[in-house]
């Protein structure tokens, strides 16, 4: 009998740990990648709010050959580049994604939509069974359809509500963001 008891005692050590292994897998799963790129600063501003309120690893997209630093002729650049549908090299190693199950994706407005090295991240990338949620930052235009062009470069994502800022964000913006991290289903810190 007593036997028994230690043989039940330690089967059901056994299953607590089983249990608790599972319970930390799905922890795990739960992780937000913040992926962004910025050429002068404002989106990378809005992500660092967004790090403030939520629990996210955050990876810099980065050209390989870096755009022009003078506005005009950065335009000129990003214009090309759209007209040509152009997937532009990125420096370094992209992140895996199969560490995450909600990805952000943060991008400045050029020419009505994403940057196209936001594309050559997209094409690259596995989105089967990722949440996308996108942001932009915007001189005016809003965010245009840049959500919706995303979309069709992410099979198998499910897309979140996107956000738009102007420039900054200005005053407004942690209220702003709060809102709509919450309404993505983000657990605020
Ligand atoms: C190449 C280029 C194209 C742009 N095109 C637009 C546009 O079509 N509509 C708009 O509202 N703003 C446009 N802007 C303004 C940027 O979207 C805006 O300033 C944004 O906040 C910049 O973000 P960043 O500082 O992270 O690069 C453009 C800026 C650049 C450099």
Same mark, same amino acid.
Request: hydrophobic share 40%.
């Given at each position: ?23 930390? =897998? ?102 089967? /069974?990722? =949440?996308?949620?996108?942001?932009? =930052? ?17 099979? /198998? ?33």
């Amino acid at each position: 009998m007593k036997r028994l008891i230690i043989a039940a005692l330690v089967a059901f050590a056994g299953a607590t740990q089983a249990t608790a292994a599972t319970d930390d =897998t799905a922890k795990e799963s739960k992780k937000t990648l913040i992926v962004y790129y910025s050429w002068g600063g404002n989106t990378r501003h809005v992500v660092e709010q967004i790090r403030k309120l939520i629990d996210a690893e955050v990876y810099e997209l980065t050209p390989e050959k870096a755009y022009p630093t003078e506005y005009h002729q950065c335009t000129e650049v990003a214009k090309r580049e759209k007209e040509n549908n152009a997937r532009p090299a990125l420096k370094g190693e992209l992140p895996d994604l199969s560490k995450y199950d909600t990805v952000i994706v943060g991008f400045p407005i050029w020419w009505g939509t994403f940057p196209m090295l936001v594309a050559t991240f997209a094409d690259a990338a596995e989105w089967k /069974g990722k =949440t996308v949620i996108s942001f932009c =930052t915007h001189g005016g235009g809003g965010a245009y359809d840049s959500d919706k062009d995303l979309q069709k470069l992410c099979p /198998g994502a499910t897309f979140g509500k996107p956000f738009s800022a102007y420039g900054k964000g200005g005053s407004s913006l942690e209220k702003e963001l709060r809102a709509w991290l919450s309404a993505n289903k983000l657990s605020l810190k």
